[in-house]
């Protein structure tokens, strides 16, 4: 390959996509450690919760997605959502030229070396169904006892701003309670909407038990475009989309990242 096609390949720019604002706790860390690529988020806002949808449904929205980001000719996907990871990645990761990271399935190597014996996961209806995380963790150490629990309001109460609801509150003390009685060495937040919840979830179990995947996520995209001689080292531009409610997007996102624009609206 000559210098001049090898620097254009690695100045295109990688997607990023959730249901949400969610995906953003994956898309905050990776600028600050990937200041210079070109990057595009989009929040499947029109087809939010992702958590209470089938398989089908899920394949559907991320090729959707997939297709609108091949147009935009990116040279990677982050699927910065467990839910599409753990549902859609395994039917869809073979149709398209660019890399696609999915969450679960890159996180669950490091997390299974880690040494724990008992680990808890909170995550969607969706992700808890597929059990993607036990078999993901087991593929590398099956003698792990994992325990899967489903949060079916925990999406809306990031997306909806209602972190101070009694309901809400009681709500994540109730799953938090239960998870306890498990004794789990970590907790992993299964989730790219929960690390919103960190401040609510910490009053009732210690902070340190808690795992963002994002950070173990994120160094592994990172080394892996190392490894693809796929980094950029001029760019840094963003853009961010929607499929639905720019607004709600733009207020909602504020806790991890800030978006000085509107996003885009794309109804597909
Ligand atoms: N944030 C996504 C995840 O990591 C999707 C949540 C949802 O829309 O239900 O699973």
């Known amino acids: 390959m000559s210098i001049l096609n090898h620097n254009k390949l690695n100045s295109r720019p990688i ?153 809400a509150i009681e709500d994540v003390k109730r799953k938090v309670e239960k998870m306890m009685l498990f004794s789990p060495d970590k907790i992993i937040l299964g989730c790219t909407h929960y690390p919103y919840l960190l401040s609510l979830l910490k009053e009732f179990a210690p902070e340190d038990l808690f795992i963002d995947p994002a950070a173990i996520f994120v160094n592994y995209i990172k080394s892996d475009l190392e490894k693809s001689l796929l980094l950029n080292s001029e760019g840094g531009l963003e853009k961010f989309y929607v499929s639905a409610n720019p607004e709600s997007f733009k207020i909602h996102s504020k806790l991890f990242y800030n978006i000085n624009e509107l996003p885009v609206c794309v109804t597909r």
Request: with cysteine; hydrophobic share 35%; glycine share 6%.
């Open 15 to 167: 997607g990023f996509f959730d249901s949400g604002v969610g995906g953003l706790s994956v898309y905050a860390r990776f600028k600050k450690a990937l200041p210079e690529e070109d990057t595009l988020y989009f929040g499947d806002l029109a087809n939010m919760p992702y958590g209470n949808k089938t398989r089908e449904e899920l394949i559907g929205f991320a090729r959707k997605i997939l297709d609108f980001y091949k147009l935009q000719d990116v040279k990677a996907v982050v699927i910065a959502c467990n839910t599409s990871s753990a549902q859609a990645y395994e039917a869809i990761k073979d149709d398209y030229e660019f890399k696609i990271y999915p969450i679960i399935q890159s996180c669950a190597k490091v997390i299974a070396a880690a040494n724990y014996k008992r680990i808890g996961v909170f995550a969607t209806e969706a992700t808890v169904k597929s059990r993607a995380y036990t078999y993901e963790i087991h593929k590398h150490n099956p003698d792990i006892e994992i325990n899967e629990i489903p949060c079916p309001n925990w999406v809306p109460i990031v997306e909806n701003n209602k972190y101070k609801e009694k309901s």
